[in-house]
């Protein structure tokens, strides 16, 4: 006697909103070219990836991005403009959270530290004494 395998529905994901939940490293990009820009259409975007797949391919992964709800278009004569669906302060902050847990470990000291030991771009004084503020800021908070 043969028993068939049962297949069980997926188990429903938390409902987080889509920006806060982990974007993969093509969405993170797409992300990281809409903010700057307001919107672009898929040939804009297509134009600003690293390694850039097709242009079917490009406009495939708009498609399943904005059924994750991470963008939104609209249409632009026959073309569509796509724009970032989260806020910009909750899209870098799921870019830094990626970026932190990715290269840094979730050491948020070893990430400031690459930020103050970098050579190329220094920080000026002004900006030195508006981080010094926020960690004091920080500290009286008890983050």
Same mark, same amino acid.
């Given at each position: 006697?043969?028993?068939?395998?049962?297949?069980? &529905?997926?188990? $429903?994901?938390?409902?987080? $909103?889509?920006? %806060? #939940?982990?974007?993969?490293?093509? %969405?993170? #990009?797409?992300?990281?070219?809409?903010?700057?820009?307001?919107?672009?259409?898929?040939?804009?975007?297509?134009? !600003?990836? &690293?390694?850039? &797949?097709? =242009? *079917?391919?490009?406009?495939?992964?708009?498609?399943?991005?904005?059924?994750?709800?991470?963008?939104?278009?609209?249409?632009?004569?026959? +073309? =569509?403009? =796509?724009?970032?669906?989260?806020?910009?302060?909750?899209? +870098?902050? *799921?870019?830094?959270?990626?970026?932190?847990?990715?290269?840094?470990?979730?050491? +948020?000291? %070893?990430?400031?530290?690459?930020?103050?030991?970098?050579?190329?771009? #220094?920080? /000026?004084?002004? %900006?030195? /004494? !508006?981080?010094? !503020?926020?960690?004091?800021?920080?500290?009286?908070?008890? +983050?």
């Amino acid at each position: 006697m043969m028993l068939k395998k049962q297949h069980m &529905p997926p188990r $429903p994901k938390k409902s987080a $909103p889509a920006w %806060e #939940q982990r974007l993969s490293r093509r %969405e993170r #990009q797409v992300i990281e070219i809409l903010l700057p820009l307001g919107g672009a259409t898929a040939a804009d975007i297509r134009e !600003r990836l &690293p390694s850039a &797949p097709g =242009y *079917s391919a490009v406009r495939a992964l708009l498609s399943v991005m904005e059924k994750k709800g991470l963008l939104t278009h609209e249409e632009e004569g026959p +073309r =569509y403009l =796509y724009r970032a669906a989260m806020p910009g302060d909750e899209a +870098r902050q *799921s870019i830094l959270r990626r970026l932190l847990d990715t290269l840094f470990r979730g050491s +948020r000291e %070893e990430l400031v530290a690459a930020l103050l030991n970098e050579d190329e771009r #220094q920080l /000026d004084p002004a %900006e030195l /004494d !508006r981080l010094s !503020r926020m960690i004091a800021e920080a500290k009286k908070k008890g +983050r």
